[in-house]
């Protein structure tokens, strides 16, 4: 029957994209609500060893991070280094740091700040007990140890 | 608009990382004062942890096994049987537990230059991870919710004061070298 085929069959239409907007918008919010925005970028190459007890810390804006692991630029050699803000830096100017640190700081938040430890698992304990000895002179006794979450077995 | 959108996400995922500040929380001591002498502690109230440049755990010169490490602290922070080679306790007034035996042991841990990130964190957590569970069942005992569900202050406080984390990491020496 002539009446069922039509020359080149029907097209199929195409798909409605005006509600596309709306779903990349809800996207867009859900990452902006999930992630913060990154500081500093790495110098060093980081890989948190898990744990289990895991605090999370509290206020983002009383936290002030120290990295420690082997450079990523591999012309430095592998032997682990310290990054400060956006440098490295060695563990003679981390009572600087704290100092600055503070200063940024209004005055009522500074005995609440929090220094974070990242260190990559493969560091030898050596540095990482400098930057600590360092930190006891500058009195910022608070430390996180940052880890990733491991769950319970 | 969608263009607009999918530019706007694009340069969130790029900028952006997921939130990973999470970790184990410590308070460094103050800096011994130079005139201090040193403390003498009873050799029942000290559990003397090593971990030595190839990440071996020593306790109470035994080699040990990471995973005793858990058990071992916590009976010997909660000392059940009373033991007398094990740490004293004291008998302290807290407000919302009334008067309590409270251990007196600290646990002194020791690491070498050379010991690994990796391992000194693995014993730091099991160490964090046998006071966790101390607490936790002093609190179900007392308050009958575990320890993190505490919502009440002067209780979570209470427990805190009863089992406090008694670990004390030693002046650091440079032997064994990096």
Redesign the interface.
């Known amino acids: 029957m002539a009446r069922f085929k039509k020359a080149g069959g029907r097209a199929v239409p195409g798909i409605n994209t005006g509600s596309m907007s709306d779903i990349i918008f809800m996207f867009l919010f859900f990452f902006m609500v999930i992630t913060t925005i990154r500081t500093s970028t790495l110098l060093v190459k980081i890989m948190p060893p898990k744990a289990t007890e895991v605090q999370k810390l509290e206020k983002k804006s009383l936290v002030s991070f120290i990295y420690i692991g082997k450079p990523l630029n591999t012309e430095l050699g592998t032997e682990s280094r310290i990054q400060l803000n956006d440098s490295y830096a060695t563990v003679a100017s981390i009572q600087a740091f704290v100092a600055a640190e503070r200063q940024s700081r209004n005055e009522f938040d500074r005995k609440l700040l929090t220094t974070s430890l990242k260190v990559d698992a493969d560091t030898r304990m050596g540095i990482v007990t400098d930057v600590k000895q360092e930190l006891r002179k500058a009195s910022a006794f608070k430390i996180n140890y940052s880890t990733s979450k491991q769950n319970k077995d | 608009?969608?263009d607009?959108?999918?530019l706007?996400?694009t340069f969130?995922?790029l900028?952006?990382?997921?939130?990973?500040?999470?970790?184990?929380?410590?308070?460094?001591?103050?800096?011994a004062p130079a005139t201090q002498k040193s403390v003498n502690i009873k050799d029942r109230n000290v559990l003397k942890v090593l971990v030595n440049k190839s990440d071996y755990l020593l306790v109470q010169g035994k080699p040990i096994n990471i995973k005793e490490l858990k058990e071992i602290v916590k009976t010997f922070l909660s000392n059940p049987g009373n033991r007398v080679d094990f740490p004293e306790k004291e008998i302290k007034e807290i407000q919302g537990l009334g008067r309590i035996a409270v251990s007196k042991g600290v646990i002194s841990l020791k690491?070498?230059?050379?010991?690994?990130?990796?391992a000194?964190?693995?014993v730091?957590?099991e160490l964090?991870?046998a006071v966790?569970e101390l607490r936790n069942e002093l609190s179900k005992q007392k308050f009958g919710v575990p320890f993190t569900d505490l919502k009440d202050e002067i209780a979570a406080e209470a427990i805190t004061k009863a089992i406090p984390v008694a670990i004390s990491e030693a002046e650091?020496e440079n032997i064994g070298g990096?």
Do not use: V, W
């Open positions: 608009m969608a607009i959108s999918f706007l996400l969130f995922l900028t952006s990382s997921i939130n990973t500040d999470q970790g184990i929380t410590r308070k460094l001591p103050p800096l690491n070498d230059r050379g010991t690994s990130y990796g000194y964190i693995q730091q957590n964090t991870a966790n650091p990096k």
